[in-house]
């Protein structure tokens, strides 16, 4: 079992640049979210979704948005590459809302922006 | 604004011995906690969670508790085992529609 699968692991951008995270998953999970982990911080919610066609903003949205045309795929998009967008990238999903299932993550992207 | 933190950084501890993680918050609105812990190149995994009814749940070798009134929890790991060596996050929610408020993370170094 698979579980939250993301792609890249890594990835070099340069500032303008565009590109798309990919993250899937096979647990047939309602709710998916997006994080960012910056050093020394917590992970914060950039977007998340509760179900196919729905998707909503987290805490840090700004430069990035979201779609969700499956249960399985919840991808992110980064338009235009800043560097204050270097960070590591998680994806994450769970069954019900998160006071009754813990979320599942995938191992993230390493994403630069130079 | 940082309304959960996790004050100490890292934490070394010797094999057999117990491991004690803080957690402070600062949203009284905060109902459910959860730990999570993370090793390098991976994703963070749920590790023990707790509600605001309760002061204590237990799973294993991990326990927590949880002071409403000093809005602080705590992690016990006991007996730490060299497996425990990762960062172990915590986090909060006021809301049940996932959006999880996150500590910056204690490194546990557990030593032979």
């Known amino acids: 079992n698979a579980g939250v699968t993301q792609t890249p692991k890594f990835r070099i951008l340069k500032i303008g640049q565009s590109m798309t995270l990919q993250c899937t998953q096979d647990?047939?999970?309602?709710?998916m979210y997006w994080y960012r982990q910056d050093p020394g911080m917590g992970l914060k919610l950039i977007y998340y979704?509760?179900?196919?066609?729905?998707?909503d903003k987290g805490e840090v949205p700004n430069g990035y948005n979201v779609s969700r045309s499956t249960t399985e795929d919840f991808p992110l998009r980064l338009e235009l590459a800043a560097p204050s967008q270097t960070s590591v990238y998680f994806c994450a999903s769970s069954y019900f809302r998160v006071h009754n299932s813990p979320l599942h993550f995938g191992n993230g992207t390493r994403l630069t922006v130079t | 604004d940082q309304q959960v933190k996790q004050n100490s950084p890292s934490l070394s501890v010797q094999e057999g011995r117990i491991s004690i993680l803080n957690c402070d918050y600062t949203?009284?609105?905060?109902?459910?906690f959860l730990w999570y812990k993370k090793y390098p190149a991976e994703g963070p995994t749920f590790l023990i969670s707790?509600?605001?009814?309760?002061d204590k749940n237990e799973d294993g070798r991990f326990t927590v508790f949880l002071n409403k009134s000093a809005k602080h929890l705590s992690l016990h790991i006991v007996p730490s085992q060299p497996g425990d060596s990762a960062v172990y996050f915590c986090a909060a929610s006021d809301h049940p529609w996932g959006k999880l408020q996150f500590g910056a993370g204690t490194q546990v170094v557990v030593t032979p």
């Open positions: 979704s509760v179900g196919a066609g729905i998707t």
């Open positions: 949203n009284s609105m905060f109902d459910y």
């Open positions: 707790i509600s605001s009814i309760k």
């Open positions: 647990m047939n999970h309602n709710y």
